[in-house]
């Protein structure tokens, strides 16, 4: 089928920030403001910045575990806006999640088995074991783990357990947020392993949300940078990554730990904190602490424009001119997840 499998346009979402008293209203905040992005069939997109940026909230977005304020998000031409029970039942086996906090994320009272069948059996799955054993074998886990409860297990195998159970109904499309962010760095490689081997044999759908830029360079094919709730640069990955062309885009990859501590780097360093989203500065919401703000930014929030293969929001994105590649590549191979 022609056309993206998951859209939105223009997606907005605001929340209270604080409580109301006798002689002030609770002001609002947006932590997402006027998102759009695209997902193809079988591709990786990555989202990406600093903590508290809006990724997790735009995330529950695209699954419409939060209603959008403005704007629209459609999953394979569907609107996900006003669905019947029936007909979210039909699109909830289609697009799962795997959340942020593994802890949360399963019952302490259930095996292993029991978790993965729970979905099967919400769905009235008449296959619900034979399923629920072709998931954990395809996560690669053994059935000695099977009849285990979450706390006998690692970090690693939990976060497997977490990706069988989303897997279980056989959907198109994962939203990924933070799914390594809590493993050390050996185990990431064989979960970020995992990932590519089951998204090649099932053709699924990424979102993959992340703060790790490393990660995403391994996983992404193309990746959205949000800053304050907004997109500040969309690009292809190799584009992006070999030529940023928004400052705090150059920022992040600046910052990625080098594989030769001694190799020439092109530094670009963030001066202060970054502002409270309760009160964005106005303009362009970066320029505070922006190495090449002009008066201009101060007073005018500038669009996201084409340059290219690129979308890039900064008045003077044309002018800069590309940066050095801020990932050299040293002599040896620089780490691969293979």
Not at 176 to 197: C, G, Y
Not at 266 to 276: F, H, N, W
């Amino acid at each position: 089928m022609s056309g993206p499998l998951l859209s939105a346009t223009d997606v907005s979402r605001s929340f209270l920030a604080g409580q109301p008293g006798w002689f002030r209203r609770a002001a609002r905040f947006r932590a997402v403001d006027g998102v759009s992005l695209q997902v193809d069939r079988g591709e990786t997109v990555g989202i990406v910045g600093e903590s508290g940026c809006g990724k997790s909230t735009l995330s529950r977005l695209l699954l419409g575990l939060s209603p959008t304020e403005t704007g629209t998000v459609q999953f394979d031409g569907t609107d996900l806006a006003g669905l019947s029970t029936p007909e979210w039942r039909a699109l909830r086996a289609r697009m799962q999640c795997v959340f942020q906090n593994t802890g949360a994320s399963l019952d302490p009272r259930l095996t292993i088995r029991s978790q993965v069948r729970e979905p099967l059996e919400i769905h009235r799955r008449p296959d619900a074991a034979a399923r629920t054993q072709a998931v954990l074998e395809m996560v690669r886990l053994g059935p000695h783990l099977w009849d285990r409860y979450p706390h006998e297990l690692s970090g690693g195998q939990v976060q497997r357990v977490i990706l069988a159970r989303a897997l279980a109904l056989g959907p198109e499309l994962l939203v990924l947020d933070e799914p390594v962010s809590a493993l050390d760095v050996s185990v990431q490689a064989q979960i970020v392993n995992l990932l590519k081997d089951l998204q090649r044999d099932l053709q699924l759908a990424y979102v993959f949300v992340s703060h790790d830029l490393g990660v995403v360079r391994h996983v992404a094919d193309r990746v959205y940078v949000m800053y304050l709730g907004q997109v500040v640069e969309h690009a292809p990955k190799a584009a992006l990554f070999s030529a940023p062309r928004h400052p705090y885009t150059a920022a992040l990859l600046a910052a990625i730990p080098a594989q030769d501590p001694e190799a020439p780097r092109t530094r670009s360093v963030l001066t202060g904190d970054p502002p409270s989203p309760h009160s964005p500065p106005t303009g362009c919401r970066f320029h505070p602490r922006c190495p090449h703000k002009i008066a201009r930014c101060a007073v005018e929030m500038p669009a996201l424009r084409d340059l290219g293969a690129q979308q890039v929001a900064c008045h003077r994105a044309e002018e800069l001119a590309p940066p050095a590649p801020l990932l050299p590549q040293p002599s040896t191979p620089t780490r691969e997840y293979a």
